[in-house]
């Protein structure tokens, strides 16, 4: 992965026990604006390690301190526990901003694939508990529905590296009772009302099982008054956004969400 000026692993206090994180800190003085970022892995694999590069990434090229976050991981830990750690991650890194030289005021979470999902579910569990303020959301190919059965999931069902088979497997490891998966921790596209949530970033790929989800998702958004920017990526599929170091439109949307960031940062509408 490209250098960054610091990183330091360490331990903060969750629901289930110690969750561990990654501090990326950027050239320069604080305090840094940050990202509180959640990995992709269909809440059952991915970790801090299989995300390091682009975190690196985001951490330089948007001038911000990125504290990845390693949540608990299903079927041992199922719903709600990559939520609620992903949540208790974030308050943690609110509570202790000035220790970690960060700008409270100045806090976005984001993630790829579930863990754009968890991005998403923590933006609303913020806004319903009374914070911590989030500054902006990047959800990157997320997961917002349970629902299979979207046009984008019919025309990439298969061949496009994530499979329908695939997601149903992994909703059925995280979320086994369909009744939990219409909650809006696990499917935030069926939360009651997006009002007053952060500005966004929403990023699609064309050739992606949830292109379409993630799409309805920015589109309810913006219905809520929500300040949001879709970007949908052409010829792309999912898992794109790492993979930087052999696809050119992968360095653009990364270079797109570390913009969104800066310019959410200043306090610029999205």
């Not at 390091?52 to 709600?80: Q, W």
């Not at 005021?105 to 989030?134: E, H, K, T």
Request: with cysteine; glycine share 10%; hydrophobic share 40%.
């Amino acid at each position: 992965g490209e250098p960054v000026a610091k990183v330091e692993d360490r331990t903060v206090p969750g629901p289930g026990g110690d969750i561990p994180i990654r501090i990326y800190t950027p050239e320069g003085g604080g305090p840094f604006p940050a990202l509180v970022f959640f990995h992709g892995g269909g809440w059952v694999l991915g970790n801090i390690s299989s995300h390091d590069n682009t975190c690196r990434m985001l951490t330089n090229r948007a001038g911000c301190k990125v504290i990845s976050v390693d949540y608990r991981l299903a079927p041992e830990h199922r719903f709600p526990a990559a939520a609620d750690d992903s949540f208790a991650a974030t308050a943690w890194v609110a509570a202790h901003a000035a220790e970690l030289e960060i700008d409270p005021s100045r806090i976005a979470v984001g993630g790829d694939s579930a863990g754009g999902n968890l991005a998403a579910v923590v933006a609303i569990m913020a806004r319903d508990q009374g914070g911590p303020r989030i500054a902006h959301q990047l959800l990157i190919y997320p997961v917002t529905d349970f629902d299979l059965t979207t046009r984008s999931y019919l025309e990439n069902a298969e061949g496009y590296l994530l499979t329908k088979e695939w997601m149903d497997w992994f909703w059925g490891h995280y979320v086994p009772d369909e009744a939990d998966r219409r909650h809006p921790h696990a499917s935030p596209l069926r939360a009651e009302s997006l009002r007053g949530l952060p500005p966004a970033l929403v990023i699609t790929a064309e050739f992606d099982p949830l292109r379409d989800e993630g799409e309805a998702y920015a589109a309810r958004l913006k219905d809520a008054g929500v300040s949001v920017n879709l970007s949908r990526y052409d010829g792309m599929i999912h898992g794109f956004f790492g993979m930087a170091a052999a696809v050119d439109k992968a360095q653009q949307a990364i270079d797109e969400a570390s913009s969104a960031l800066r310019t959410a940062f200043a306090g610029q509408p999205v």
